[in-house]
Nanobody
């Protein structure tokens, strides 16, 4: 069992930046990937970005070049730096740990709201 706690969401204007952070209560060696997902109203939850303990990454096409994922393997934290935010980035963002860059696990944080609006 692992607890994931997200922080850093908020309301920003288009073009601005936000940094999300997620802290895991412990490292699960069977899940060496940490990632961010998001869910907008009326839509399915989707992968935003994921990163392995070795630094390999996977990004959704919609965020490539704007978002950067990073992690601290000692502190068991993962950050998501979001630049050039767009209204379509508005969603609840969730942290996840997983065994693959392309899959999720049942371990989710409580989510943090990101709203991009003028």
């Amino acid at each position: 069992q692992v607890q994931l706690v997200e922080s850093g969401g908020g309301l920003v204007q288009p073009g601005e930046s936000l940094r999300l952070s997620c802290a895991a209560s412990k490292r699960l060696f069977s899940f060496n990937v940490m990632g961010w997902y998001r869910q907008a109203p009326g839509k399915e939850r989707e992968l935003v970005a994921a990163i392995t303990s070795g630094g390999a990454t996977n990004y959704a096409d919609s965020v490539k070049g704007r978002f950067t994922i990073s992690r601290d393997n000692v502190k068991n934290t993962v950050d998501l730096l979001m630049n050039s935010l767009k209204p379509e980035d508005t969603a609840v963002y969730y942290c996840n740990v997983a065994a693959s860059l392309y899959d999720s696990s049942p371990y989710w944080g409580q989510g943090t709201q990101v709203t991009v609006s003028s």
